[in-house]
């Protein structure tokens, strides 16, 4: 049976009812002079007001009970459970609430599914649809059933008890299930479980590749393999293959194979290698099982692991690909110096941060951020290669040092990049003194076929281009259809925000017909004040014959060159192809639109070409500062013909170490210049390497040493005076990383503050953390490793080199788990609600397989509706009502004490309303009664008038007070006598003026009589 009454959750306040009979003690006297039944209705509306006030500092709360029940079915739908079951789960539920649930109960039933996190499937209803199928997608990779829980916590209303019906195999990997389903059960909601049956086959994982972090070369190390085959004592050994597998910048090579026979249980395996190279090895072991069917999942039969071999320091040289062989002179002087030097160009870049990691410093040698075209790849940076690189020095300490020529820099499409930031200078020259301005012009389709990626290409295109120009180059866009559509009018780049976004509005649709278009950006650029024109045609459909050869005439004498670009076989690839001869470009036909942002960028370049500064005749490097780099080299630099421009950061970090005497604005003629970023240390060197402008530097006695020196000031240290070993342990989602800290006496080192830790994961970013001291030399640190993919991990001790490491998370711990966690189950279902009885194992200890007795099961005596628990209690709190009940009765209180009603008077007039409305006639006494008062008015009237002719002779008496004014005088005019007008200078009162005029009139006279008494005694 529901019930309903009130609480107060402060009834500390409930004293203050002790001043009510102060209220009607200080109203003993009246208000405002009240009087009966009105001095009555307010002393209560009062008292109500402050008894409504009392209420509501206590907080009133209506308590209600009621026997509803809401049952919530958690559904886990995380790898570790087959297919087949976790379908099953649908006909579970399906059928318990047909079977259990009662429509005269009113009970709310809902669903939640759950992985990694949990999503509501169907939310608390009284009647529920039937599950066909499930909507809510999760992360089948992890189970985390607190999270679960604690969601579940959060959908029970308050108006009913509640109960979880948890249906999961208990093999969780992340949270604490057991904690949060306290939490639940001490919040009054019970939790029945239905324990799944996991398949039984014989399961082969690879657990672990274990490897040591760091070893000299030459040095033989040992690798362990652990195995684990999960099957029955009985079952027979598992045949198979384990091969491991070496990789090294995107090369890998299979050093170790060897057939081998598993028992069940642990196997661990010794391996040895030994590398005569330092660099950052990966090794990967897999297994191959001899027949298929003795392994459930292939998706646990790697591991992967990685070890530093340390040696001499490893440089990595990127060069272009367009100029192989462009910097032989600097790899030969490099390598015989002593540096290991690999050399790599851009069509075959590295594709990961482990590839990056055998290698303490990294050259871009004259290399551009968008490169070689061949048909549909043109061959660039992507924005991960990009984040990898500049991760890898900020966070990971690799060197990096920018070596240019006529592809680097802003000549070479960088600026606005991420390379850029990363950079002492800036790619971009503000100072029209020192660079002259160029122009850009694009004609781009937005006709109906170019609608979808095409147009998304197009658009990122254009957008990445504008942002490559400097600030005071000049764009126009203008896009076409069966007409032309100016999207940018000739205007300088600015910021490049207003010539983005109008570009980013752009959509398809129309026919095709680019000659008006064509014809606008060749106008727009024929004014263009600028030393550099040029212009991007994109297509992908036929356009009308029009005489373009005219206007390619206009565009040849205005110093204009022109680029074309055919997406798709459809486009006008003749036409095109003709405006590129004559426009002095380059024609591209690609299949794919992703192509175009890379071309637009490779295209972008011809309009940086002003940034080359040519000296002549060829000039000497100025020494600014002096530095590590060109110690020892005094200042007998060869002269040079030329460098890059750009403009040096307004940074105190930054050092500029040489300059070019030409321009001799400082700020645009860095020659050298470093500074630190992050944990790395960035070289910019805006002149070449020998082949075009310092040509004459390879045969000076100080180019082995500028170019040594200039590379090894920049690579992370690989050495230290201390001994450090770091090792890294991954469980649960979770990995720590754990270094030991030695110094040469086989001391512990003491780091009170701790060590700073960086983890860059799978998707490039990097992420900090701090290596706490816990014991003596003994450093941990915790980062969270969800995701599959590789970690690379980076520890800098206060004295030592930076120590790396990496992690690879492969497969899901889904996988590893082929029984259910009964007794973890068994621990949730006895935990007893507040006021009720403990939750139920749905089928009993023994895991049941859903797929073959769901519906047996959820017809058990076992019911999950049953009403077992508490009455839930549904507290509302009326305080806001109460103060708005208040503020509306203080509205009457006031009304009653300022406002006066003439009851007589209203109660005749509502008497005579009433009496014409029912049709009733006047009285017959009415018109005697209306005699008497004009009578009476009349007699008034007379006496008043009597009165006031007797007035003027009369002389107040002296005792008459001077504010007793009166009557209105005329004004006294100037040269006349002090005597008072004996005129009273008043209107006759009219026929209708009442009795209490006239006495007011009377009394008004008085006071002005006695006004002209006191001025003329005052005279």
């Excluded at 003690?25 to 001095?39: E, K, N, T, V």
């Excluded at 680097?408 to 606005?416: L, T």
């Amino acid at each position: 049976m529901n019930s309903i009454w009130l609480q107060f959750d402060r009834p500390q306040f409930l004293w203050l009812f002790a001043l009510v009979p102060a209220i009607w003690w200080i109203g003993r006297g009246g208000f405002s002079g009240l009087r009966g039944l009105q001095w009555m209705l307010a002393n209560t509306l009062r008292t109500l007001v402050f008894a409504l006030v009392v209420l509501a500092l206590a907080d009133t709360q209506i308590m209600r009970t009621n026997n509803r029940l809401t049952v919530l079915y958690l559904l886990d739908q995380s790898h570790s459970i087959p297919d087949d079951q976790r379908d099953a789960m649908l006909d579970f539920v399906n059928a318990s609430v047909e079977a259990h649930r009662r429509d005269e109960t009113n009970d709310r039933v809902g669903v939640m599914v759950f992985g990694r996190k949990p999503e509501i499937e169907i939310p608390p209803l009284t009647t529920m649809p039937a599950l066909r199928r499930l909507h809510a997608l999760v992360d089948p990779e992890y189970s985390d059933l607190a999270a679960a829980l604690a969601h579940a916590r959060g959908m029970f209303p308050d108006d009913s008890a509640g109960r979880v019906v948890l249906v999961t195999d208990g093999n969780e990997n992340l949270g604490n299930a057991v904690a949060e389903a306290q939490l639940l059960t001490d919040a009054g909601i019970s939790i029945d479980v239905v324990p799944v049956a996991l398949q039984q086959h014989v399961e082969v994982s690879v657990e672990k590749l274990i490897l040591p972090a760091r070893v000299r070369d030459h040095e033989t190390f040992e690798m362990r393999v652990v195995l684990d085959v999960d099957a029955p004592a009985e079952q027979p050994n598992t045949l198979g293959t384990l091969r491991l597998v070496r990789q090294a910048f995107g090369r890998e090579e299979i050093f170790a194979e060897q057939f081998v026979e598993l028992p069940p249980g642990k196997t661990v395996l010794s391996i040895h290698d030994e590398l005569d190279r330092p660099g950052f090895f990966t090794y990967e072991a897999r297994f191959s099982p001899a027949d298929p069917q003795s392994d459930a999942t292939a998706r646990n039969n790697r591991a992967t692991a990685f070890t530093q071999i340390v040696g001499a320091g490893q440089v990595l040289l990127i060069e272009n690909a367009e100029e192989p062989g462009e910097h032989e002179a600097l790899v030969a002087a490099l390598r015989r110096n002593g540096l290991e030097v690999e050399v790599m160009d851009t069509s075959m870049m590295f594709s990961s941060l482990i590839e990056l990691q055998r290698f303490d410093c990294v050259v871009l040698a004259d290399v551009p951020l968008a490169g070689t075209a061949t048909g549909d790849e043109v061959l660039a940076f992507t924005d991960d290669q990009l984040r990898m690189l500049i991760e890898n020095t900020e966070s990971l300490g690799c060197g990096l040092v920018v070596i240019g020529g006529p592809n680097s820099y802003g000549a070479g499409g960088w600026a606005g990049s991420l390379l850029e930031q990363a950079l002492p200078v800036d790619c971009q020259v503000q100072d029209a003194k020192v660079v002259p301005v160029g122009a850009l012009g694009l004609v781009i389709d937005r006709s109906g076929s170019m609608d979808g990626v095409k147009m998304q290409s197009s658009k990122a295109a254009a957008i990445a281009a504008v942002k490559a120009l400097g600030k005071r180059d000049m764009i126009s866009v203008v896009a076409f259809d069966s007409t032309a559509l100016p999207v940018v009018k000739l205007q300088n780049v600015g910021d490049a925000k207003r010539a983005t976004a109008a570009i980013d509005r752009l959509s398809a649709g129309g026919g095709t017909d680019m000659y008006a278009a064509f014809e606008q950006v060749v106008s727009d650029l024929e004014k263009a004040e600028a030393s550099v024109k040029h212009m991007i045609v994109l297509t992908d459909g036929q356009t009308p014959d029009r005489p373009y050869a005219d206007l390619l005439q206009r565009a040849r004498a205005a110093k204009i060159t022109i680029t074309s670009v055919a997406i798709g076989q459809d486009a006008q690839i003749p036409l095109l192809t003709k405006i590129a001869a004559a426009g002095g470009g380059k024609f591209y036909a690609v299949r794919s639109p992703l192509a175009v942002p890379r071309i637009f960028m490779r295209e972008v370049r011809r309009v940086s070409r002003p940034l080359l500064r040519d000296l002549v005749p060829p000039q000497t490097p100025i020494v600014v500062s002096d530095d590590p780099m060109i110690e020892g080299l005094g200042d007998s630099f060869p002269a040079m013909r030329g460098f890059v421009m750009t403009t040096v950061k307004d940074n105190a970090l930054v050092d500029v170490v040489l300059r070019s005497p030409a321009p001799p604005n400082a700020e645009n003629s860095t020659l050298l210049a470093t500074w630190n970023y992050g944990l790395g240390r960035v070289v910019a060197f805006t002149s070449d390497a020998g082949r075009r402008w310092t040509n004459e530097w390879t045969g000076w006695s100080g180019y082995d040493a500028f170019f040594t020196n200039m590379i090894r000031s920049s690579m992370r240290p690989t050495d230290g005076s201390h001994n450090y070993t770091l090792a890294t342990t991954t469980s649960d989602g979770t990995t720590t990383v754990v270094v030991d800290a030695l110094d040469n006496e086989n001391q512990f080192i003491n780091q009170n503050t701790g060590m700073l830790g960086t983890v860059v994961g799978p998707d490039s970013q990097a992420i900090p953390m701090l290596v706490e001291q816990i014991a003596p030399g003994r450093y941990v640190g915790h980062f969270d490793s969800h995701e599959p993919g590789t970690y690379v991990v980076a520890v800098v001790p206060a004295d030592g080199p930076t120590l790396r490491t990496g992690v690879s998370v492969g497969y899901s711990p889904e996988y590893r788990d082929r029984a259910a966690n009964v007794s973890l189950l068994e621990t949730i279902a006895a935990l007893q609600p507040r006021g009720g009885e403990p939750g139920q194992l749905i089928g009993g200890v023994d895991p049941t397989e859903l797929d073959e007795s769901a519906e047996q099961l959820a017809t058990s005596q076992s019911n999950p509706f049953r009403h077992d628990l508490p009455k839930a209690v549904a507290v509302d709190s009326i305080w806001p009502w109460l103060l708005m009940a208040a503020a509306c009765l203080y509205v009457g209180d006031v009304g009653v004490r300022r406002v006066r009603f003439d009851w007589a008077s209203t109660r005749h007039s509502l008497a005579a309303w009433l009496g014409r409305k029912l049709g009733r006639q006047p009285s017959a006494e009415t018109p005697a009664t209306l005699e008497r008062l004009r009578s009476r008015k009349q007699h008034l009237h007379d006496e008043l008038a009597t009165r006031r002719a007797k007035e003027p002779e009369q002389t107040p008496p002296e005792t008459t007070s001077p504010l007793a004014t009166a009557t209105t005088t005329p004004p006294r005019t100037s040269g006349s006598d002090s005597t008072t007008n004996t005129s009273t200078g008043t209107e006759p009162h009219l026929a209708g003026d009442s009795p209490e005029s006239d006495a007011a009139a009377s009394y008004t006279e008085r006071l002005l009589q006695a006004k002209r008494k006191a001025t003329r005694r005052d005279s």
